[in-house]
């Protein structure tokens, strides 16, 4: 994908929050503070201070609006869908080296929220994606029984499963020993 590394990373921020989502198919990922600061030490999202119930509530919020975006059933859902939570987000675009990173841009206020933050790197990230023509790259996964999200970062665009060493295994062997069984 012709994506910098910053939008890679947004991009893969966006699918780690969205997939803790219960709307996934699994458990609540973040049912309580010290999951979300787990998120965002897995994450190095920077410059956050100490996190309340608040940030959880806010950050639960955004990923809806995420998750949303990517199971838009089409192209112009998914740019109302994104275009409704970038409307609501505070976006300040600012030039920053920080640890040891080379020059960057950071789309989030300097005084911003969890939520905000992920709000702003994600939703522009995204935005980029949608501007590029690649909105069937947002994905979910194609096991029956996962609704995990991810984005295609295939070149020819054919991947299926969430991670190919967990749903793609699993389906494969139900393939391989429903040929066996025929
Ligand atoms: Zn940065
Ligand atoms: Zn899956």
Same mark, same amino acid.
């Given at each position: 994908m012709p994506f910098?590394?910053?939008m890679v990373h947004s991009l893969a921020t966006v699918v780690e929050l969205v997939n803790t989502s219960p709307s996934t198919g699994g458990d609540e990922g973040l049912s309580g503070l010290a999951e979300l600061q787990a998120f965002v030490e897995s994450?190095?999202?920077?410059? =956050?201070? !100490?996190?309340?119930?608040?940030?959880?509530?806010q =950050?639960?919020?955004?990923?809806e609006a995420f998750h949303r975006v990517f199971? *838009?059933?089409d192209q112009p859902t998914a740019v109302r869908t994104l275009n409704a939570l970038l409307a609501e987000t505070r976006i300040t675009p600012r030039l !920053?080296?920080? /640890?040891?990173?080379?020059? +960057?841009v950071h789309y989030? #206020? #300097? /005084? *911003?929220?969890?939520?905000?933050? =992920? *709000?702003?790197d994600?939703? %522009? *990230? @995204?935005? +980029? @994606?949608?501007?590029?023509?690649e909105a069937e790259r947002l994905r979910t996964c194609s096991a029956p029984d996962c609704d995990? =999200?991810? %984005? /295609?970062e295939s070149r020819n665009r054919s991947r299926v499963y969430c991670d190919s060493r967990t749903c793609g295994n699993r389906m494969h062997v139900a393939a391989y020993r429903a040929r066996r069984r025929a």
């Open positions: 910098g590394h910053d994450r190095k999202i920077s410059g =956050v201070s !100490t996190l309340t119930a608040r940030d959880l509530g =950050v639960r919020m955004v990923r199971t *838009a059933p !920053t080296e920080h /640890d040891g990173h080379p020059l +960057h989030f #206020a #300097a /005084d *911003a929220t969890l939520a905000e933050h =992920v *709000a702003a994600c939703g %522009v *990230a @995204l935005a +980029h @994606l949608l501007v590029e023509g995990r =999200v991810f %984005v /295609d």
